[in-house]
């Protein structure tokens, strides 16, 4: 069964450092989501793209980080620099529509620490 | 702005019912989701229902939909200890119909 893939799982960075998390969607999915879920929180949308273009980012703390994907296939997000308050687990998901019901499906997180 | 409520933890006894109940704002919702999230893991969904409907089964999963109270439910029957996990609700509203989702409930499943 095809999954959402990203990496690294986890990551451990220093304040200030730039960190970058990667996320493979299901093939074919036009649709990409980032989150972030916070210890014993929901999860909570920082950026959705279509294909290659961003329909939402108003969540997103433009000041330090940035997403993009580029060829509307694979996805980048980065926070530069990183703050304490980012640790969190960071969560992609690519969605399909079928019979008018999108689905999203989620890949396995990666749990940053900052310290 | 979406706003969604959940209890934070719940234990039941294997092979009793576990129902986790979940409260929203936004009465444009067109969807409503309940996932399942693993210790490290991701989420998966279990099961959905549309925002006209009142009630659907699917296997041991029951959703009910009290729309006019805007309270959303997830029935498991006969609940397994693989059932523990920390489960969410959601729903899709609005312009972007985004999905907001709730803070979680933890269901704890004692042998």
């Known amino acids: 069964e095809a999954e959402v893939a990203q990496s690294p799982r986890y990551k451990i960075t220093e304040k200030s450092q730039a960190v970058a998390f990667w996320c493979d969607p299901i093939?074919?999915?036009?649709?990409l989501y980032w989150y972030r879920q916070i210890l014993g929180q929901g999860p909570e949308l920082l950026v959705q793209?279509?294909?290659?273009?961003?329909?939402?980012d108003s969540q997103l703390p433009k000041d330090r980080f940035s997403a993009e994907r580029l060829k509307g296939v694979d996805s980048t997000l980065k926070i530069q620099p990183a703050e304490l308050g980012d640790s969190a687990m960071y969560l992609c998901?690519?969605?399909?529509?079928?019979?008018?019901?999108?689905?999203?499906?989620f890949g396995p997180g990666t749990r940053l620490l900052v310290l | 702005g979406e706003d969604v409520e959940q209890s934070l933890f719940l234990s039941v006894r294997e092979g009793d019912s576990s129902v986790i109940n979940c409260t929203y704002t936004?009465?444009?919702?067109?969807?409503l989701y309940w996932y399942k999230q693993e210790p490290g893991a991701g989420l998966q969904l279990l099961t959905y229902?549309?925002?006209?409907?009142d009630m659907k089964q699917d296997q041991r999963l029951t959703v009910l939909l009290n729309k006019k109270d805007k309270h959303l439910s997830l029935r498991i029957a006969d609940t397994q200890t693989g059932d523990s996990a920390i489960y969410f609700c959601?729903?899709?509203?609005?312009?972007?119909?985004?999905?907001?989702f709730g803070t979680g409930t933890k269901l704890q499943v004692i042998p």
């Open positions: 093939s074919g999915h036009a649709t």
């Open positions: 936004d009465s444009s919702s067109t969807y």
């Open positions: 998901a690519s969605s399909s529509t079928l019979r008018g019901m999108e689905t999203q499906y």
């Open positions: 229902i549309f925002s006209n409907m």
């Open positions: 793209f279509q294909d290659e273009s961003v329909v939402d």
């Open positions: 959601a729903e899709k509203a609005g312009g972007y119909q985004k999905v907001t």
